[in-house]
Nanobody, 121 residues
Framework: QVQLVESGGGLVQAGGSLRLSCAASGSIFSINYMGWYRQAPGKQRELVAAITSDGSTNYADSVKGRFTISRDNAKNTVYLQMNSLKPGDTAVYYC???????????????WGQGTQVTVSS
């Protein structure tokens, strides 16, 4: 019964900012990895940013220097701060958590429902 709930999407003008949140709830033993993906119409889903359990981060070249990913382990929540937004950032954004439900089972990927981000020119 793990569920990921996203929030923070919306409409913003170019150059503006948004902050996305994704909280995981349910019976969770540990979360090894948290990431954000996005998918624009007619395109493949792509990785935007990721953060590991040790705090290491990785960003797509297209967002490097503008987006910042962070996590709150106590709340099982990942955030994506998006600054200097461009029309090319328009997409549905999905959070992804790599979750282990209990000891002795493998980690599995869980996805949020997606939140729309629209950047006007």
């Amino acid at each position: 019964q793990v569920q990921l709930v996203e929030s923070g999407g919306g409409l913003v003008q170019a150059g503006g900012s948004l902050r996305l949140s994704c909280a995981a709830s349910g019976s969770i033993f540990s979360i090894n990895y948290m990431g954000w993906y996005r998918q624009a119409p007619g395109k493949q889903r792509e990785l935007v940013a990721a953060i590991t359990s040790d705090g290491s981060t990785n960003y797509a070249d297209s967002v490097k220097g503008r987006f910042t990913i962070s996590r709150d382990n106590a709340k099982n929540t990942v955030y994506l701060q998006m600054n200097s937004l461009k029309p090319g950032d328009t997409a549905v954004y999905y959070c992804n958590h790599l979750i282990r439900l209990r000891v002795g089972v493998p980690f599995d990927n869980y996805w949020g429902q997606g939140t729309q981000v629209t950047v006007s020119s």
